[in-house]
T-cell receptor, first 115, second 114 residues
């Protein structure tokens, strides 16, 4: 079974500062993928970044980067230069070793960016 | 990538009625997933829909309550039947592609049952 843990119900950050959202996972699959999504109040799920378990380098997408520590089973999202529009729920998710499997989600972290 | 159009985007329904949610994809996909997100909660998988076969439901979800159709490789519907206020949630469809790094979602349907 796969499990995702997000221990931060809420986080606050000032505009232009960096923030790290924590995510730990547990799985017995030798190969897996980790995803981060942003969910604004509209409810849509916006894909941010992906990390494969065998990727040698940490994933980056613009202001988003993933601090992947495989031995610790953590996949923390780092948002640099926070913007007011970054205020939203953030979900970490994982799935097994193929693209044809369901995603398992964490409980999410609500991020509030203040001016 | 895949572009997913989901509708309706929101609805307010009377208890005891049913609502059908549609999910249209701009390309052929093998598997589609339906998730529920109850207020303040995370996403939970309802079922996996494959074209040409019965949907596979997760524990706690049954076909009589959440019938799913998958008539072709670009379209699926989820019906929420005999609704009660506890069904008030966001319902999202998602598609799987051969690329491991992809997992796309529709815009979601925000359902309120009164």
């Amino acid at each position: 079974a796969q499990k995702i843990t997000q221990t931060q119900p809420g986080m606050f950050v000032q505009e232009k500062e960096a923030v790290t959202l924590d995510c730990t996972y547990d799985t017995s699959d030798p190969s897996y993928g980790l995803f981060w999504y942003k969910q604004p109040s509209s409810g849509e799920m916006i894909f941010l970044i992906y990390q494969g378990s065998y990727d040698q380098q940490n994933a980056t997408e613009g202001r988003y980067s993933l601090n992947f520590q495989k031995a610790r089973k953590s996949a923390n999202l780092v948002i640099s230069a926070s913007q007011l529009g970054d205020s939203a729920m953030y979900f970490c998710a994982m799935r097994g070793n193929t693209g044809f499997q369901k995603l398992v989600f964490g409980t999410g972290t609500r991020l509030l960016v203040s001016p | 990538s895949a572009v997913i159009s989901q509708k309706p985007s929101r609805d307010i329904c009377q208890r005891g009625t049913s609502l059908t949610i549609q999910c249209q994809v701009d390309s052929q996909v093998t598997m589609m997933f339906w998730y529920r997100q109850q207020p303040g909660q995370s996403l939970t998988l309802i079922a996996t829909a494959n074209q040409g076969s019965e949907a596979t439901y997760e524990s706690g979800f049954v076909i009589d309550k959440f019938p799913i159709s998958r008539p072709n490789l670009t379209f699926s519907t989820l019906t929420v039947s005999n609704m009660s206020p506890e069904d008030s949630s966001i319902y999202l469809c998602s598609v799987a592609t051969p690329r491991d790094s992809e997992a796309f979602f529709g815009q979601g349907t925000r359902l309120t049952v009164v």
